[in-house]
């Protein structure tokens, strides 16, 4: 499908739809709009008055053009308050145009939505992501006859946006990114495992020049990583520890690094996860890893000035004769030792270890992301994402890198008294807390493995999966938080 930014105005535009978006209570047609329906025979009067369209944000109307006109149909997009227009606005009205048009069946789209701030360039990348997230649709595993059988839009012309091919550019890599981290999420475990995580590191590190390590049991086993190999060793496939380094041209502005949870799969371990624990769905546990792998991939096509460190430590959590049980205590790679009083808290025992080896680079901040506790669930919902930090700094950042990218995030306490409730009896601390406050004891937790490093922690269980259609998120995985992340890196 091509995207063109153009300078063709909506009175001379041809082709099988046109989308214009109008602010809500500002429906009366004055200018070019006015002449646009002069031009139509009053079409889109009529429109507006069967419909009663009034612009609330989210609603639409669409009707055929009588014969002759250069348009065979015209639609609205309600946009809501002119003072409420936002970025995610932009998304979302694009991702509306987008459906509208694909329910039309038409192969050629003139899309007209306003500036945002008075921003040509960040209106359109944000318009772009919208079209480029609701184009994409998984269906890799159905068979053909399920498949759509509507024909496939051909071009998207974006007007009023003529010179803005470098943004809509941007948009596109970013897409990929957030593309290829729903896909790994969506895949079952006996797609994705850690081998085909490993080798999607590979094929990221061979097209885009990125450096990559992969770190086998046996390496793992001389840095000590006693808390990840505790959670890999009752899979019968290898875990691997995935290294992905982007370096820029010349000398780096800042060195950061993102880490991922990457369990592919979770049964629980011996503390089986029970009906109803959602455990069918436990393919999405490594949505960390794969937002982490997304961000490389759009990482390694903008190529910004900064050193990225993309990292996790990759396995299964299975039940066999060598898995951990409740009560056995790991040596994690800085020393410290771990109670394991639950087997199904893993997530953070992979974390532990690759968060001391993102130390030990010696980045500027470390960010991990992790489908960590139904806790934060709970707190949050399905929708927003919660953000623990200390520094103020990487914290403020990261707001407004979400806030950019339209991924919610809320940032949570990191109550120092709570990890009372992660005292052992016998070791330095147990892997879970009481159940209250379970999604800041897990951070709390992964705080014993960062010395001195800004850091900040993000739970993403809710947002990573979407059971129904929501705005340019299609059901299914969702590639959050890779925009976030993205735009964390080019600050």
Not at 388 to 407: F, K, N
Not at 469 to 474: A, P, S, T
Request: glycine fraction near 10%; proline fraction near 4%.
């Amino acid at each position: 499908m091509n995207l063109l930014g153009t300078d063709t105005p909506r009175l001379s535009w041809s082709g099988d739809l046109l989308v214009i978006g109008l602010f809500e209570d500002a429906v009366d047609l004055t200018g070019d709009l006015a002449e646009l329906d002069t031009k139509l025979s009053g079409t889109l009067t009529e429109l507006i008055g069967e419909a009663e369209f009034k612009g609330k944000e989210g609603s639409s109307a669409v009707t055929r053009v009588g014969a002759g006109s250069p348009i065979r149909k015209i639609a609205v997009l309600g946009l809501g308050k002119p003072e409420s227009l936002k970025l995610e606005s932009l998304r979302r009205a694009a991702a509306a145009a987008v459906r509208l048009a694909k329910k039309e069946k038409s192969k050629t789209v003139g899309l007209s939505l306003p500036l945002w701030n008075s921003d040509a360039a960040v209106s359109a990348q944000a318009i772009a992501e919208g079209i480029e997230l609701t184009l994409h649709q998984d269906n890799r595993f159905k068979s053909d006859e399920d498949k759509d059988k509507a024909p496939p839009l051909e071009q998207i012309d974006l007007l009023g946006f003529n010179g803005q091919d470098e943004a809509i550019t941007r948009a596109r890599q970013i897409a990929l990114g957030v593309i290829l981290a729903r896909e790994l999420v969506a895949a079952p475990a006996n797609i994705v495992n850690p081998i085909v995580m490993a080798e999607t590191a590979e094929a990221i590190a061979n097209e885009y020049g990125l450096e990559l390590q992969i770190l086998e049991r046996e390496d793992c086993e001389k840095l000590g990583m006693g808390s990840f190999l505790g959670v890999a060793q009752a899979s019968d496939l290898p875990p691997k520890f995935i290294h992905l380094t982007y370096r820029p041209e010349g000398t780096p502005r800042r060195k950061l690094a993102i880490v991922g949870k990457g369990l592919t799969f979770d049964s629980g371990g011996l503390n089986i996860k029970g009906p109803g624990s959602g455990v069918e769905m436990m393919k999405t546990d490594m949505g960390g890893a794969a937002a982490t792998l997304g961000a490389a991939k759009a990482i390694g096509q903008i190529k910004p000035d900064v050193e990225v460190h993309f990292i996790s430590a990759v396995t299964e959590n299975m039940i066999s004769g060598r898995a951990m049980r409740p009560g056995d205590i790991l040596t994690a790679s800085n020393g410290k030792t771990i109670e394991v009083n639950n087997t199904d808290a893993e997530g953070r025992l992979t974390l532990a270890d690759a968060l001391v080896f993102a130390e030990k680079l010696g980045v500027d901040a470390i960010i991990d992301l992790a489908t960590l506790t139904g806790a934060c669930i709970v707190a949050l919902g399905d929708d927003i994402g919660g953000l623990w930090s200390e520094d103020e700094a990487i914290a403020t950042q990261l707001t407004q890198a979400a806030e950019r990218s339209g991924e919610k995030f809320w940032r949570m306490p990191m109550e120092e008294k709570y990890f009372d409730g992660l005292k052992s009896v016998v070791a330095d601390m147990k892997n879970t807390g009481p159940r209250a406050g379970g999604a800041i004891t897990a951070a709390l937790f992964l705080k014993q493995f960062v010395k001195e490093t800004p850091w900040a922690h993000l739970d993403i269980a809710g947002p990573v999966w979407k059971e129904k259609e929501n705005g340019y998120n299609n059901p299914g995985a969702t590639g959050f938080p890779v925009r976030t992340l993205v735009n964390w890196v080019l600050s």
